[in-house]
């Protein structure tokens, strides 16, 4: 899909310029590159994923009454995805995928199914492509005025909607009712704001942070007892 965007005129834009961290330039797009590398893999704590070479043969999978995966609802799913998103790292946008229709259906639904068996997901579904967005202040030149955003392949969001159903209900079954995040109409932007509001109240009254949280946990056991 690359080449066949490069054949119908598309030119990736260069890299922007960047300096390492001791504030000296990145002279080529290698070294700009690396010095992407350097700066997340430590931002996020993590490391770049290598594809590990086989270790096992394949295994049957066990039999599941709840797992039941057809043609049919592999092109349903892909139909599902969003229009217009970057794609992953495969290259692969879902305009293609929908494009496939139910000849493409059938071969990712053999991939699901290999996937299943090994018990092992591909290596390439277990990160996705990192970019970064400049915050809009600063030097461009310095990766700290950047967050990452990190762009998973289209196939693993088809892979996530198939066990979705399965891996939900249990997870849903055993939360806890102060979750916040992860659940519908129960985001973390009232905790933001929440813990913020106690902050400033904090702030002002000269208080330590626990002793706010000490009264908050002595009024919820007053309430419940």
Not at 23 to 43: I, M, V
Not at 63 to 87: D, H, M, R, W
Request: hydrophobic share 35%.
């Amino acid at each position: 899909f690359k080449q066949a965007k490069r054949l119908g005129g598309y030119t990736p834009p260069p890299l922007p310029g960047v300096n390492w961290e001791d504030g000296s330039p990145c002279l080529s797009a290698a070294d700009q590159q690396r010095r992407w590398r350097e700066h997340f893999a430590a931002l996020l704590i993590a490391e770049e994923l290598h594809a590990p070479p086989p270790t096992r043969p394949a295994r049957d999978a066990p039999p599941s009454t709840e797992l039941t995966i057809t043609p049919e609802l592999v092109e349903q799913l892909i139909q599902k995805l969003p229009a217009n998103k970057s794609s992953g790292p495969d290259g692969l946008p879902a305009e293609v995928l929908k494009a496939g229709g139910p000849q493409l259906a059938r071969c990712v639904l053999a991939l699901l199914q290999q996937v299943l068996r090994d018990g092992t997901l591909p290596t390439a579904w277990k990160g996705g492509r990192l970019c970064r967005l400049f915050k809009g202040k600063g030097s461009p030149a310095d990766t700290n005025n950047y967050r990452g955003l990190t762009v998973n392949d289209h196939l693993t969001k088809v892979f996530t909607m198939v066990l979705a159903p399965i891996v939900d209900r249990p997870t849903l079954l055993t939360m806890a009712d102060s979750q916040c995040g992860c659940m519908k109409g129960k985001g973390t932007a009232r905790v933001a704001l929440t813990s913020r509001a106690l902050l400033e109240h904090s702030r002002l009254h000269q208080h330590h942070n626990s002793i706010n949280l000490l009264h908050i946990v002595v009024q919820y056991h007053h309430k419940n007892h």
